[in-house]
Structure formats: C-alpha cells, structure tokens
C-alpha cells in the first residue's frame, strides 16, 4: 500500500491500514520534513514509493495533480485510488477521478472511499460505514473493494468511471433527503399563514376596525404549527395508502411503483421528523400560552366584566368534558408522536426486529395520526354547524387541513377489510393475479 | 456459496457475500429470467448450482421445500442454511428446518441467520448485529459461523436443530422484554384509577351530590401517572437492593438468584422507560392545568367572592416556599428521569465507561428516587393529619404509592452501612463466606 | 490462543476468541471444577496450557499473580495480555503490567483490552470499539493489535510498558470531558445566584423590610438558569472564532494552540449539553409560572385593585407585540438547542456526512446563539434607560450575561467578512502566509 500525500487524511488512513496488517509506503514531496507519520509506516519520495506498491491512495489537492504525469513510468499498471473532494459543485469541467485517468492512462483509476473524514479513520468510527466505489478497471476495484471491506467498512459499486463526478458531489450534498419535505412544509406554512392572515387579522380589520396584529406572533403560529403537523403526519401514511391501491389493481409486487410515488415513500421518515418538530412547537406554544399578556388581560376582563354584571355563568360540565378531551388527546397525540420519533434514531430503531418496527411504525402511527385526528374534529365540534364561523365565505383553516388525514384514514381503512387485507397480503408475498396457473411454482423470500 | 432463490433475501445476501469476498452461484428455477442480480454472481438451475458449492443458502419459503427432495443426489454431503421465517407462531407441526432435514436427510442442515433482513443486508447494517445458529453437525456450524463472522455478524450459537422452532419465533416476537412492565403498568394505573374514581368522584356524588365526572379526563389521570411513575421507578431499584441482601444472607455470588427476581432484573431498563413515560405525561398534565376551563372557572370564581367579602386574605410565606418546593424537586426529578433515560440509548450507553454507566444508573437513578419520593411526601406534607383526608377510612392514593419508595430507599441505605457495603464488595469480587480457607486461591476477573 | 482464569471476563473471551475461528485453552487451578466454559475450549493445568499457546491471556486479579512466577520456564517467550484492573486509583505502587514483567522477565507482557467488559465482550458489542496496548516489544504487541482487529476492535497504541498505569487508570475515569464544562457551570451558577440574592432578596428587605425570601426556590433559579444556560452556549463558540483569529495572525494552521484553547474546544461539545440542560430547566421553570401560588395571587391582586379603583388600563399593543417575540424567540431559541442536541447524539451525528455536520453546529449553532441572545435583549428593551433597574449601583445579571454572546457574535460577524474569511479559508486548506514562493508545492488533503 501506497499512500501519496502526508495531510491529515493521508495520515489518517495509514494510520488504519497499518492497524489492519497491511504495510504501507508514503510518497512525498519532502520525504524528510512532512510532520509526524505513523509508526511503522516508511517514506520515500514519491517515485520510490509508487515502484514499491501495487495500490496507490492520491490524498493530494486536484490542484496538484500535474506532478503525476512526470511518474507516468512508475505508474503503469498500477490501481490509484483517488479520494479527492471538491469545495463546491461543479469547480471543474471534467471530474477529479476522470482528470487523473487522462493524465496517467497507463494506471488503473479507482475513484472512492472520498466520503471518509479524517476524523472518522482516526477514531475508528468506521464500522459498517457504506463507502462507494467507481472505476473502469473491474480487476481494480474487486481490489480495493477487499481492502475497504477488511478496514470494516461496506463497499457499494457504482460502476464505470463516468460516475466519478455523482460521489465526488457526495460530500458535497446538505440533506438531500430533508429537501422535499422541507418544501412541502414551507409550502404548507406560508400557504395557511396567509390564510389565517387573512381571515384573522384582515378580516377583523376591515369588517369591524380592530387592531389585532400582535396575534400574528403567538396566536396565528399556534394555529399554523399543529395544521401543518397534521397534514405532514397524514403525508407520511398516505403513500403507503397509495401504494397499497397501486399493488390491488395492478395485481402484482413485482412492477415499480411510479417515480413521484417513489420519491414521496423514500422521505417518509423526514416528512415525520418534520411534522414532530411542528407538533413540538404547538406543544410549547401551547404551554405558553398563560403566561401571555393577553391571556392574562382576557381574563382580567372577563372577572371585571362578571363582576359589573354582578351575575355568574353558571358551571358547564359538557364544556368542561369537551376542552379536557380535546387536551387530553392532544396530549395523548404527541406522547405518542415522540414514541415514533425515538425509534427512528438510528441506534433504537437498530435494535428492533422488523416485526417490531413496522408494529411501531405502522400500527403505533396509524393510531397516532388516528388521535391527532381526532383532536381536530373536537377542537371545532361546535363551530362546523355555526355560520360566524366561514368568514369571507371561507371555511377555517382547521377544516381544510382535516381533509388530508380523513382521507388518509378512510384509506387505511379500506386496506385493512378482511377481504382486501387478504388479497393484498398474498399479493406481497410473491403472489400475482396474471400469473399462469402453471408457471406459480417457487416463490422466493 | 450457493443460493437458493433469487427474491429480495437471496439477492442481498448475494451482495453482501460477493463484497466480502466469495464467489457466489444462484440456482433458479428459471435462470433466465429471475430478475437483476448482483453483478459478479453466476446464475444456473438448481441442479448445477448444488453440484458447484458445499454451502447452500436456502431462501425459499416453506412451503416449495418438496423441490429439494428430487435434488437429493447433489445436495449430499453439503451444509444447508435454512434462512426461513414463519408469518405466524405454529402454522405447521415441525419447524422449517427439521422439515428440511427430513426431506434431505444426507445434507448437514444449519438453521440460522433468519433474523436478518433484506433490507439490513443491502443497507450494510450488519456491524455487530447478533445472528443465532443451531444444527446437529458441528462441523457445519463451525463453516456457517465463520462465514458470518466474515460478515461482520456476531454469532450465538444455541445448540442442536431441536432449538431451530425457537429460531424461527425469533423474528415474530413482539417485545418480549418490555410485556412484564407493561402488564405492572396497566395494573397499577387500572387499580389506582379505579381507587381514585371511588374516592374522588363517587364520593362527591354520593355524599354531597357533586357531578364531578369531567374531573375523569384530566384530573384524575394527573394523579394516576405520577403515582404509577412512582412506583415503577422504584421497582427498578428494589431488585439491586433485594439481590444485595440475597448475597449477603447466601454468603457468595455464585448461586443463581430464584427465577422471579432474574426475570425482574432483566426487565429494570424497560420497568424505567415505562416510568418515564408516566412522568412525562404527568409533566404535560401539570403544565397543561391553566389552560383548562375548570382551572379558569376556579380562578375567577375565588377572585369574584374575595371581592363580595370585601376581605383580603393575607400573602402567606409558608404556603409560597411549600409549593415552589414541591414544584422544584418535580422538575428536578424530571429533569434527572431524562438524563438517566438518555443514557440508555443504546449509542449513548455504549460510549460510557462501565464505571460511569454503572455511576449514571445506580448513582443518580437512586437519586432520583429520592428527589421523586420527596415530592410525593411535600405534596402530602399538611395532609397526613387532616381527618378530612381519609374519606370512607381509606387513605388518599399518593400515600399508597410512598410506601414503595420508601422501602426501597430504606433498604438501599442500610445496604450503604459501611459494614454492609464492605461485605458486600468481598462477595462480589468472588469472595465465598462458606470457602474452606485452604481452597481460597485465585479468584478470576 | 490461552486464557489463564476462568472467571466471567475469561469466559467471555474465550467465547469470541473461539467464534472468530481461534482455538482457546483454558489454564486453571482445578481444571476439573471450574465451571461452564464455552464450548470448543479445552481446560488443562496452568503449566500445560502456557506450553500449548504462543498468546496467554491473564484473567486474574493481580493479588494473585505470584503463581505466575512458578511458570517461569514454560512462559518463556511467550506473548502476556495483562487485562486486569484495579478498584481504586493508587492502589499500588508499580501498574500491575509492570509487576507482571518483573515477575516473568523471560515473556512479552502487553497491556491492553482492559476497557473491555465481560458484559460487552458476552453482547458481542465490540464492532468499532477503541482499545489500547502498550508494551515495549514490538511484536508482541503487533500480534496482540492483530487479534484485536480481527475481533472487529479499533486498536490504538499507546507507547511502551511505563503508559501501564494510564491504561489501567481508564476504566475508572468519571467523565473526565465533563468536568471542565461541569466546573464552569458551577461556578456560574453561584455567581449569579449570589449576584441575584444580594440585588432581589437582600435589597428589597435591606430597603424595603419586604420578607420575599420565597422567590429563592423558583424566581431566583429561573434567573440563574437561562444566565448560565446563555453564557455557555456562547463559550461554545467563542473558542472556534478565537481560533480563527489566532490562525490568522499566525498565518498557517500547522502550528498548534495554546494549551487552554486545545482543552476549551475539546469540551465544546458538553459545553452546549449542559446549557441546554440550563435551558431545559428554564424552559420547564417558565412554564410552571402561572400554576405557583404567587403567580396567582399577583393575578388576583391586580384584579382586585383594578375593580377598586373602578378604571381600566386600556390594552396595550406594544406590550403584547413585545411579550409575544420575547416569548416566540425563547421557544425558537430552545427548538434549535434540542435539534443541535440531537445531531450531537453519536447515533445521529455518525449518519450526517461532514459537510452536513459542519452545517448544524456552526451555521445553525450560531443562529441558536444569536436568536438567545435577541431573546435576552428584548428582555431588558425598556430596563436599560430606567434608573431603577440599578440597584444599589450594580448593573441586573441578564445584562451581565449578554456580554460574552454579544462579544462571541461579534467576533465571528469580523470572521464572516468576506476578506477575511477568504484568507481564512486559504490558510485551512494548508496555505501559509510566511512560506517562501518556490516552496509551495503539493499540499495534502
């Protein structure tokens, strides 16, 4: 082993390969003035380096690469590895790895393990991390395959080298799967603020002149945060809905799912999270709500107004049996939304057997999103008969974002009819409708 | 390596075995079209693929097992794994894997692996994961065990093929850790409600008349949650403090502990995340009080006969420092609850020394008891005496819910007496009061 | 492979030893009686089972080590793992590797394996595990980092036989990264709670006679909580941008920090785990505020007077505008302190890629630190003009407190400019101000 570059990552992972009985080699510049190696590593100048080794890792900047050209002799035949990073997307019109083949084209370029931090091999975070791999020489990368899978890490082929440019963006990407859900929540968010702007604080303006702006703060995001919550949750459980009609019509497991389903089931995880951050939100706005100025000056009023009047409202049970259901369930909800929330942590949700996981995430949500949903329909109990109520002709936003999670749960519901749960039960199990009778033989786990 | 059956299982075993190294061969019923494999694998009938490996994977489903019978002739002398699962406990007379044996008497059958899933092998998730094996031919066990530790699994093994249907109920359990908690939970938390409904509201009714039954949904549930937390914290601290007397009165720590307490001990974690649970629905409960209609109701009902009276009733010290005492060492046990349930996170527990595990858990989770139990005895501390408070000669619930506690903290403190606790630590570094004093050699870590 | 002792720690050593394809013999006292081992381990005498074995592994507590010195002819040669530990601190004069060497001169002695736990070793969680060896003969600690390795364990080398008692000192650290952000809270703590006893309760019964001692139990500590919670969110950012100007008057990254920055930055990370426990504490102690006897009677008070002096102060929108971003800006502040929590779980920082890692801490850490900071500043808008505010000439502790964030905002606005940040980013990327022209050649990743 090779390593051609004496920064921090190249001592980092001579550092690893030593530990992992391999011998390693250090080319550089100055073999005599480059710092602090590991023991038990030798270095030479980098010619004298590359003739003693068959695999070649280059830790060196693109920036540097010419110099490669003038070792073109010592090179021939060997593998180099290129763990090369950009510091944006698209700095150079062709990839690191691509660059480097054109310039030594004698040696076989395997572009990968890019995605590994110094930090990582140094403390030996490394186990079963999934690394990638790409290279035009298949002899090449089964090499440097064998040499990753012993430092305990998971080898994922990409193929040819012209995939050099998507893993030298890897390192690169800001949560690429946290993008869609994000947007549906920004989208979700500005779309009912303004809504509730609207029919609110415009509204109260304009028919009756009052200045209420100062809702905008508190009441108006309490109102935003739980519906959004609740229509993200119902996003999460919709597909699956979705997918499951899919599979009944079509009569099979077997053909792909269309794209935007596809991408929509991959983020359901984050569509959650997200939804649990809104629903935390609500939570503690809620909470806060007493210690607010005008909660404090409502009731003031209300005292000194009962007072004036010198008469008493008197004591409302179903009143006092409706707020405290709707609390309770609200309650209950979010109790059970951290419940999810926690074995989706990589390290919970590792310790459970499928069975277990899918019982939490499928049984345990639907009833989740069953309660949230209920907390809604109780929350407006007496408001969907009473014509204050649809200012402007509009309907309050409560309303509209019940019609997700209804359907949603009407979905579900269907699904699990013991007439269709059998069939689609059957279905992903290998079983398919167009299937010759002849031809059902082994089914395969 | 050979691999029966080319559905989700079998490719990403495939995948996985070719990264570490193997040549891996499928045997299809139809080897030309079975769908996209892992590059690198060869595909054949069922016949050749037996003939050309001596380990054979067999990821079909149960019931299409009758295809190996008219294999017999290739598969004699070759080890089968049988990676089967059940969608349900004793849907057939004999496990899958005796079945197997049965049908294919002259191969080694190793039951094993069946707790892996597809999605963990092609996600690499392996790093550490716990797979179980049994057989009745060692040697094939032996290849088996260091094929997956090849892998990167950590292999158990639990003995002959007889044990293969307790593998097979392996993936269909369902929490099987977490099911005595929950059974002391649901206990505790229906005999305390029904306790506190005769005491609260059926005694309203009954004697004065009151129709109180609004105070079910909040009220009472927030007396119900901090009392069974109560309690099931302190039942994971009693079992360490009983199993210490057990070895004192036993003089030695070699002799199993009776069955109850082991099975006791063993659920502790779980006995303590359900506890947490409790308190955090006690948490939101307590916070939530201001919001509600009845809490509003009382508010403005004292201020409106304070003004009829024309009476002020003087600020009162004693009473202010009772209950923000009693409010602080509530969110000081809750705040201590948290921490001790973060460090039983699974990535968070395994970043702790042994010493600071064992520290956090017995250290401040005895603590915690102690702050936990404090509060329960302020928020009593001027009831003890009232006469009023014993309604029908019963005792209010939260005095119940001290007596647990509190034995459990006696007996923890007697357990730190100097004498007892340097007793204590003899024994368990392997000192045996009944040893002859000649025998006592070499104790072992 | 030999293991002399067969207590749970050799026990459970020898059964991994035995699963990662290692033949074990066990060396005992009465290989007759000395309980279940694993199966496929043989047990013999002491003297028989040195002479099988290249590698002895001693599972023995040191008191009884002086057996060993009978075997001197047999352990001649032979590589010894000392992985014993000790109770306290100090306990004896010479590391038990050290007194072990003078015992045997004629053998190898290796320290190591010691941080690991039977319990561990028998869970099989030892994926990725850091364990350290030192010995003062190469090659005997080269075979032992093998074995290690092949047991999926991260070995590190700590130097020659004299780091013995470093090693053994390990098990027993207590959090040793704690203690300095812990000491600092502490410190902090008692400032700010003196500072505020002296200007809230002394003052106001010095001046005034009031008797407000009630507030130390929850006003007083709601004060001290955020104080400190702020302060050491921003200590955990001040030594990033105090480093960033340090490498730039330097001129290159490549030499190292003063001593006290190295150990500030290390603990940066619990340095922001025990402010947002301050935070927590904060946020539960404000929420509890409107269930407290004295929030209550206050509510009352007002009310009362109010009806007595029969007006009414009208309602007052800025003061709600105020309240409610001082109060939205609290909850946003602790929502972005729990998700910065969250990615700093090693579970979940391991998945984020370095780039993703680097966006939570530092962007989003930052906009947590700066909307803290407008939360405390909106706190004081109208206290900072008004004389009263200065009691007995001091300034109140929240300002105080914005000290440090302003001054650590301040500092990394400086870093953000874009001519500074450029030469920033080019002395990271290994580039030094003071290096003559024609040396600058390849610089390493």
Redesign the interface.
Known sequence: MCIF??????RSLGLRLL???YRVVYGS?RPHSC?PLP?GAQVMTHAAAARSASLIFI???R??YE?LETLQSKLEGKVLVD???NLKKGMYPEANAVYLQRLVPQAAVVKGLN?L???ALQ????????VYLCGDDARAKRVV??MA?KL?L????KGSLSAARELED??????PEWRLPLCVAVGLTAFFFFYLLIRDVIYAYVENGN?T??RI??AL?NKVFPIVSLVMLSLCYLPGAIAGFLQLYRGTK?SRFPNWLDRWMLCRKQMGLVAL?FA??H????????????F??D??????D??KRNT?TP???T???G???F??LG?LG??LY??LALTS????G??L????FS?IQSKLGHLTLFICTAHGYIYGWNKFLSISTYKWYTPPAFMLCLIVPSVALVLKLLLLLPCVDRTLTRIR??WERSKPKDAV?????
Request: net charge negative; glycine share 10%; hydrophobic share 40%.
């Open positions: 570059g004496t920064g921090d990552l190249g530990q992992s009985g510049r710092g023991s830790c060196v900047h920036e540097h110099f763990l090369s990073n995605t931090s110094a930090w403390n030996g975070l490394l186990a079963g991390k999934q395959a064998e899978t305990g998971t080898v994922l082929d890897f390192p690169l990407r800001l949560f200045e702006s100062y703060m508190m995001a077997y951050g935390f939100l939570a503690i706005y809620t909470l806060v709500i007493p210690i607010r100025y005008t404090r000056r009731q003031m009023s209300t005292v000194v009962e007072m008493s004591f409302d049970n009143e006092a049996w707020t405290d259901s609390i309770a309650i979010f109790f951290v419940l942590l990589p390290s919970v590792g310790s057997s499928w069975r277990e019982f199990q290998g033989g082994v089914t395969n786990l």
